[in-house]
């Protein structure tokens, strides 16, 4: 008879060999379960009563759980934000460097489209001509 696992490394296995089978079989069910159990932290969050009901009947209605949606929900969001902070850090760099378009030139670049009188798209306060992709060093 064999044994249980009783390491965290012996436990992965037994999990990782179980996921496995319930792919091969086509078990979605099974396989939710075990991602489940991966390591997660526990956060309590609060809801109006109209924003449960709608996601206790969006879990219905997608067969997923819950606690499913909301995870994936929340690190879609966290995802999203640390991208826009990124972003937004890059800009600061970029503006206190000199290289950003003046807002009245993208106003006015802006406003000429779709005219006879469309202008060419705005140059880099810093007079340079670049690439979007590559700042001028």
């Given at each position: 008879?064999a044994?249980?696992?009783?390491?965290?490394?012996?436990?992965?296995?037994?999990?990782?060999?179980?996921?496995?089978?319930?792919?091969?079989?086509?078990?979605?069910?099974?396989?939710d379960?075990f991602?489940?159990?991966?390591?997660?932290?526990?956060?309590?969050?609060?809801?109006?009563?109209?924003?449960?009901?709608r996601?206790?009947?969006?879990a219905?209605?997608?067969?997923r759980?819950?606690?499913?949606?909301?995870s994936?929900?929340?690190e879609?969001?966290?995802?999203?934000?640390e991208?826009?902070?990124?972003?937004?850090?890059?800009?600061?760099?970029?503006?206190?460097?000199?290289?950003?378009?003046?807002?009245?030139?993208?106003?006015?670049?802006?406003?000429?489209?779709?005219t006879?009188?469309?202008l060419?798209?705005?140059?880099c306060?810093?007079?340079?001509?670049h690439?979007?992709?590559?700042?001028?060093?």
């Amino acid at each position: 008879m064999a044994s249980w696992p009783n390491t965290r490394g012996e436990i992965d296995e037994v999990v990782k060999r179980s996921m496995i089978a319930c792919i091969r079989r086509g078990d979605v069910a099974c396989y939710d379960v075990f991602m489940a159990n991966t390591r997660s932290a526990t956060l309590s969050v609060r809801l109006t009563p109209e924003t449960k009901k709608r996601l206790t009947k969006l879990a219905k209605d997608s067969g997923r759980s819950c606690n499913f949606l909301i995870s994936n929900a929340v690190e879609s969001w966290v995802a999203d934000q640390e991208r826009m902070l990124g972003e937004t850090r890059q800009a600061d760099r970029q503006i206190r460097s000199g290289h950003y378009v003046k807002d009245e030139d993208m106003k006015a670049w802006l406003l000429s489209w779709g005219t006879d009188g469309e202008l060419p798209p705005p140059k880099c306060a810093c007079g340079k001509e670049h690439d979007d992709e590559v700042l001028c060093r």
